[in-house]
């Protein structure tokens, strides 16, 4: 089952903060999160094992509730270059596969 | 590193031709690529697993006759549109599992090719 991503767009001023949510119904291995610009590939940001560990760099971070089987991306002061499409890959079983179900995306888009 | 090329990035075909997408890992070796389609503004839809050396898994709904993937070797997938038809129009993307030791794995994408089938 796709996870649930929220919202689904945001509008920043540079500078701001912005939280992104996903959720599964499914008990998860592990969350992947990519951010998609237009006409380009999804890049990898960062994957969060379970185990509820939180992990980041510079001002990305993200989050694993593991009973709650959600994980949330957190972008402090956003930069014009934080534009595009969040998308989160969920990964559930033993993870041993690699497949990833993908939520419906957060569109983010930063102005000046 | 992880570096994933796609060949070719557009492609414009008529109804009834086939059509081969190449997907190459170029610093690693990759024995499981994936295969997306994906539609303007919605997520990317797993099509199909490609595994090194055996026959690939497809999703639910996917035509195996018509989407062919061949995973030859462990640095290169391919997928054959055969008999495109304009509903196949879509932007498709592969990706490469990179394995981080025997406890997660990362995908890395290509960057997409365009398909219109006119």
């Known amino acids: 089952q796709q996870p649930v991503q929220s919202p689904q767009a945001v509008i920043l001023r540079e500078g701001e903060d912005a939280v992104i949510n996903c959720s599964s119904s499914k008990a998860l291995y592990s969350v992947h999160w990519y951010r998609q610009k237009h006409g380009e590939a999804p890049v990898f940001l960062m994957i969060?094992?379970?185990?509820?560990e939180q992990k980041g760099h510079d001002k990305i971070s993200a989050s694993f509730n593991e009973k709650k089987q959600q994980s949330s991306l957190y972008l402090t002061a956003s930069q014009l270059s934080y534009s595009g499409t969040y998308f989160c890959g969920t990964e559930s079983g033993s993870g041993n596969t690699g497949k990833l179900i993908f939520g419906q995306g957060t569109t983010l888009q930063v102005k000046p | 590193g992880a570096v994933v090329s796609q060949h070719p990035s557009r492609v414009i075909c008529k109804s009834g031709t086939s059509v081969k997408i190449e997907c190459r890992s170029l610093d690693f070796q990759a024995t499981t690529m994936f295969w997306y389609r994906q539609f303007p503004k919605q997520s990317l839809m797993l099509m199909a697993t490609?595994?090194?050396?055996?026959?690939?898994?497809?999703e639910q709904g996917v035509e195996k006759d018509k989407f062919l993937i061949n995973h030859a070797s462990l640095t290169l997938s391919t997928l054959t549109v055969t008999s495109a038809h304009p509903e196949d129009s879509s932007f498709y993307i592969c990706?490469?599992?990179?394995?981080?030791?025997?406890?997660?794995?990362?995908?890395?994408f290509g960057p997409g090719t365009r398909l219109t089938v006119t």
């Open positions: 990706s490469a599992l990179f394995r981080q030791g025997r406890t997660s794995s990362e995908q890395y």
């Open positions: 969060l094992l379970k185990g509820g």
């Open positions: 490609s595994n090194e050396g055996s026959k690939a898994t497809y």
